[in-house]
């Protein structure tokens, strides 16, 4: 895609059996985590790669969606509320950038 375009990714399984996802960024909204989103997407979107399912997390819906919207591989958006474990068994990589990580890191390990 061009700069400033979103890539529109064919549906495949690629995460692991019963996965959803083969990666999520918790705490995708802050400083640290949208540079992380950055970075992926861009790897992601690239000719490259091969397709990757993927998902922003967070507290906030509108905060994730206009992360989302800057991402040219869509990634889908899950929000953190309640039980972390249901969220973190949908992917097979988590990436935490939620902080500061001595209060909110332990609850994803």
Same mark, same amino acid.
């Given at each position: *895609?061009?700069?400033? @375009?979103?890539?529109?990714? *064919?549906?495949?399984?690629?995460?692991? *059996?019963?996965?959803?996802?083969?990666?999520?960024?918790?705490?995708?909204?802050?400083?640290?985590?949208?540079?992380?989103?950055?970075?992926?997407?861009?790897?992601?979107? #690239? $000719? @490259?790669?091969?397709?990757?399912?993927?998902?922003?997390?967070?507290?906030?819906?509108?905060?994730?969606?206009?992360?989302?919207? @800057?991402?040219?591989?869509? *990634?889908?958006?899950?929000?953190?509320?309640?039980?972390?474990? $249901?969220?973190? @068994?949908?992917?097979?990589?988590?990436? #935490?950038?939620?902080?500061?990580?001595?209060?909110?890191?332990?609850?994803?390990?």
């Amino acid at each position: *895609p061009l700069a400033g @375009q979103r890539a529109e990714l *064919p549906p495949q399984e690629t995460a692991a *059996p019963g996965r959803a996802y083969d990666v999520i960024i918790f705490g995708a909204t802050g400083f640290t985590g949208r540079l992380m989103v950055e970075h992926l997407d861009a790897l992601i979107a #690239s $000719k @490259q790669a091969q397709v990757h399912t993927w998902a922003l997390v967070g507290r906030n819906r509108q905060r994730l969606e206009a992360v989302a919207a @800057q991402c040219r591989a869509a *990634p889908a958006i899950l929000l953190a509320e309640g039980d972390l474990e $249901k969220v973190t @068994q949908q992917a097979t990589v988590v990436i #935490s950038a939620a902080g500061p990580y001595a209060v909110c890191g332990e609850a994803v390990v």
